[in-house]
């Protein structure tokens, strides 16, 4: 049975909540792919990696979040710090610049 994209991400946060990594990864994973232009999946997943120090995952995300960050401004200031968190000082200003 195939979960919706609402679904997955309750059982996202649920997984983060009792701290289960594993399987907060895998349903995190199943939902950027299925919808790949979510930004608060792609900070979330950026965060992940960032704790797990996989700094080439964390930029991935977190550049793929501030692309799809709409003209929200606490999301694009959730994007801009994320990017400076991983070292992508120019990619955060151009985020900031929107």
Known sequence: MSRSPEQRWV??????????????KAQLDALRAQAPGQVWTNLVAANIALREDRIRDAVRCALDAAVAAPEDPALLCEAAQLLLDVGEVTAARECLAR
């Open 11 to 24: 059982r996202v946060r649920q997984y983060l909540a009792q701290g289960q990594m594993a399987p907060a």
